[in-house]
């Protein structure tokens, strides 16, 4: 009786804080009505143009490699990597994926992991730091050539990322201690039915895509309309103001900016005129951190601990917007190096993701055909000699 008022208090508890912030947003949603909706449509413009296009294949194609069975048959080669982030070897193909897709499709595939009892929350809250990073042609592209307008940025940004992600991992996994792996569904038998035709799994993947697609443009319009009326209250003002004399103000609303949106943020630095090795350490900081909404959107496709996540992705980017700083000192970029018009690069980031969802669709239909292969010659043998 003890234990269960206890529990009802603490729910009661977390309830309440919970229910003071969602009536406050909603005075402040309802008191700046214009911001509110200029946010809103700006975020639903940039997504339906950019993200959707971009990401929308991989989605996709996430969902059909989870239903083909490929990390099951690439896991146990990959395993000896992987155990140095005591992670198994299902890990690699999320890995691969989530680090050319970009946010939040590496999210996605370590929540599949996590539902899979592949992996506990702990190895996942590692896994995300592995696969759930900027796309390479976001940083390269849209970052590098379109918002700072020098393509050399680009590698050092990129690199710099993956470097951050590799050392916080080795530190997490130093830090936790070691925990076995149980398995969610320890009663559940492994299923002996044929496996669904591709017309079917395709079917069912293009809807799961759209579905995940729909509840990251609710997050990224959450995230900006959070934003935008906070800045139209003028909250935010006092903060920059309080670090001004440190550095120019504009340096603390850009930051501020990426905070909530990484990509409004890393924009609002390109127009800075301050020295290219500062403007690229801090988009690489913003980057690795990802945002309130790319944060929100891993938590919620890989249900781990907010504040865990929040830390890590914190240290990735602060590891990666030095070695960015520390990189690009020799670059002595004073020019633009090359530059092409905003409209282009949704263009060519779909093409690109076509071509890369190609080669994994590719793999995925291998690995199916593999493993059917494999179950048709283990069934062989197991039936009896006439």
């Excluded at 935008?228 to 309080?242: D, K, M, S, V, Y």
């Excluded at 669709?361 to 055909?369: D, F, N, S, T, V």
């Amino acid at each position: 009786m003890g234990r269960t008022r206890s529990i009802r208090n603490g729910g009661i508890k977390r309830a309440v804080p919970i229910g003071i912030g969602a009536i406050v947003l909603a005075v402040l949603f309802l008191w700046h009505p214009d911001a509110a909706l200029a946010a809103g449509l700006e975020a639903l413009t940039i997504w339906f143009q950019n993200v959707f296009p971009a990401l929308m294949p991989f989605f996709v194609l996430i969902a059909i490699l989870t239903k083909s069975g490929l990390p099951a048959v690439t896991a146990p080669a990959f395993a000896p990597l992987l155990r140095l982030f005591r992670l198994p070897g299902d890990c690699a193909i999320a890995i691969l994926l989530g680090s050319l897709s970009g946010y939040p499709a590496g999210a996605v595939l370590a929540g599949d992991l996590l539902e899979r009892g592949a992996i506990d929350n702990r190895g996942c809250e590692r896994l995300l730091l592995l696969c759930n990073m900027p796309g390479p042609m976001f940083v390269l592209g849209s970052v590098a050539t379109g918002m700072l307008q020098r393509s050399a940025l680009g590698v050092p940004i990129l690199v710099s990322q993956y470097i951050a992600a590799l050392i916080v991992a080795l530190i997490g996994t130093a830090l936790v201690p070691q925990t076995p792996i149980s398995p969610k569904h320890p009663d559940r038998q492994p299923s002996t039915s044929q496996p669904p035709s591709l017309a079917s799994t395709l079917t069912e993947s293009i809807g799961d895509g759209v579905s995940a697609m729909l509840r990251v443009a609710g997050f990224m319009v959450f995230a900006s309309v959070l934003f935008g009326t906070i800045q139209a209250t003028g909250a935010f003002r006092p903060i920059a103001g309080a670090l001004s004399r440190f550095w120019p103000e504009g340096v603390t609303n850009a930051v501020l900016t990426g905070l909530f949106e990484m990509s409004y943020g890393c924009a609002a630095l390109g127009k800075l005129a301050l020295p290219m090795p500062v403007v690229a350490g801090l988009c690489a900081f913003v980057l690795g951190l990802g945002g309130l909404s790319v944060l929100l959107q891993s938590v919620h496709f890989a249900p781990v601990r907010f504040g865990v996540l929040l830390a890590y992705k914190a240290a990735q980017g602060a590891i990666a917007g030095v070695i960015t700083w520390a990189w690009t000192q020799s670059l002595h970029l004073s020019a633009p190096v090359f530059a092409f018009a905003p409209a282009a690069a949704p263009e060519r980031q779909s093409t690109a993701s076509l071509l890369i969802c190609g080669v994994v669709l590719l793999a995925c239909l291998i690995g199916k055909r593999l493993m059917r292969s494999n179950r048709e010659r283990s069934r062989s043998v197991r039936s009896p000699l006439p």
